[in-house]
């Protein structure tokens, strides 16, 4: 990272993960470790620990049959063969302190083990007082997949279980959405440049959309959708964390500190949410989904406005959407400029209704592009406005579980989410989460409902992102 840590966090020099049969281990833990091995990165003890009466022969198997089919080019055998030589595994019961007992016997001489729990929520309590009874967690960190809990409430308990064993600096929360290549551009370009600080802010910007929307359904975990919805699962984290690198004030140093303080300001200063700033959709068809409620009222798309009451951004309206069984695979952010204070040509006012602009495209195709007006040939004083883009496409990155993993090992706390940001987040859709209208039905293949384009309607439309944008 280009930012200095202030967090003041070891390097690790074990990796322990539980869960390690399951199938985020299996789908992004293995190929993650396979390229940090690759890189020359990771080069300490791996030990996994689950509960499935396995050895370390299945699950040195398991980790090949995971890399074979990440599908990140051939395998290369002899940095396969290293990352087995470096695993160990415990087998046991998480709820029995002989589980525990195995597990300091496998770390040796490590003293700051990092422990990822890929594992239910519903667990962390369970693991974390068995690493506290063991006297596993002196010097050591803890990794937490999210979610961060489901509301205000439980996030506040889910943090003090951790912060029992753990302090804060030793705590990195996982969201793999924060290891984007595409997602970390979003800081580097807003404060490596200066032409943008000018213009962004309320007195230019007339609005920002975000969204985030697929094409695939919930493919059969129709149940684990059932106890998230959209809100919890998607526009509440990933979409909060894009408003936060766009909205936050330029960090007061350069350090992990001061941009998880930025972050945290822009977090606190959103208004809480009312039933009037949220639109819910559910594709039809989904109640046919296995695991799902005959009745269920689950949100799979939602749409919200939001106003940040900060000097930067007071009145500028933020407009969120995600779903699923959309029209497009896309993430894309429109930042929204005011047209210019007087109309001097007769096109000033676009047919089209939308000023200049600035694009945001992260997935698929990345790419930046700035919006303007360009006169035609000819002696009329009429035009076009066009794009100008630049395409941002890494070749050979580093995948976000490959990076967050390394960072957290690292120490180096910069892309993880802190413990008052985490509950400022909840706060801000905590009063909507029960308390909201019902989900209107959308077809699978739309933009979704047509009331979320009533809810963007005082300051314009949705911007549909295109499937291949074209550089101009």
């Not at 689950?50 to 051939?74: E, I, K």
């Not at 996030?155 to 030793?170: D, G, T, Y």
């Not at 959309?209 to 684990?224: D, I, K, M, P, S």
Request: charge should be neutral; glycine fraction near 8%.
């Amino acid at each position: 990272m280009m930012l200095d840590n202030d967090a003041s966090v070891a390097a690790a020099d074990a990796f322990v993960f539980f869960g390690a049969t399951g199938d985020l281990a299996h789908k992004m833990i293995f190929p993650a470790l396979y390229q940090m091995v690759k890189r020359g990165t990771l080069d300490v003890p791996v030990i996994g620990v689950a509960f499935s009466s396995w050895a370390l022969p299945q699950l040195r198997d398991r980790a090949r049959d995971s890399v074979a089919r990440a599908g990140a080019g051939p395998v290369d055998d002899k940095v396969l063969d290293r990352l087995l030589s470096l695993m160990k595994y415990v087998d046991g019961d998480y709820a029995d302190p002989a589980t525990f007992a195995a597990l300091k016997r496998a770390l040796g001489r490590s003293r700051r083990p990092a422990y990822y729990l890929a594992i239910p929520p519903s667990l962390f309590a369970t693991v974390v007082q068995g690493l506290g009874a063991a006297g596993l967690t002196k010097d050591a960190r803890v990794i937490v997949e999210k979610p961060f809990g489901r509301d205000l409430a439980s996030a506040r308990e889910l943090n003090r279980v951790v912060r029992s064993a753990f302090a804060e600096p030793a705590i990195f929360r996982i969201d793999h959405f924060l290891g984007k290549e595409e997602i970390m551009n979003l800081l580097y370009f807003r404060f490596a440049n200066s032409f943008l600080e000018p213009i962004w802010n309320r007195d230019y910007v007339a609005s920002v959309q975000v969204t985030l929307a697929e094409q695939t359904g919930v493919q059969g975990r129709g149940g684990f959708y059932e106890t998230v919805g959209c809100l919890r699962d998607v526009v509440e984290n990933h979409l909060f964390q894009i408003v936060a690198l766009l909205a936050m004030e330029p960090p007061a140093y350069q350090g992990v500190g001061a941009v998880q303080n930025a972050k945290f300001n822009v977090f606190k200063a959103m208004r809480p949410l009312s039933a009037d700033d949220v639109v819910r959709g559910q594709f039809t068809g989904y109640r046919d989904e296995a695991g799902v409620a005959k009745g269920s009222d689950v949100e799979t798309f939602c749409a919200l406005r939001l106003f940040i009451g900060s000097w930067r951004w007071a009145g500028v309206p933020w407009y969120l959407r995600s779903g699923k069984c959309l029209a497009e695979t896309a993430t894309e952010v429109l930042v929204e400029l005011k047209p210019p204070p007087q109309p001097l040509f007769a096109d000033s006012a676009p047919p089209d209704g939308r000023a200049n602009y600035v694009r945001f495209r992260l997935a698929p195709n990345p790419a930046i592009a700035l919006a303007a007006r360009v006169k035609r040939a000819g002696e009329e004083f009429i035009g076009d406005q066009r794009e100008l883009s630049l395409l941002n496409a890494q070749p050979d990155q580093e995948q976000p579980y490959e990076r967050l993993l390394g960072d957290a090992l690292a120490g180096d706390g910069a892309l993880f989410t802190r413990e008052d940001s985490v509950e400022a987040a909840w706060a801000v859709v905590d009063p909507v989460l029960e308390a909201h209208d019902r989900a209107h039905p959308y077809r699978p293949g739309s933009w979704g409902p047509r009331q979320a384009g009533t809810l963007i309607k005082p300051h314009g439309r949705w911007h549909d992102p295109m499937p291949d944008p074209e550089p101009h």
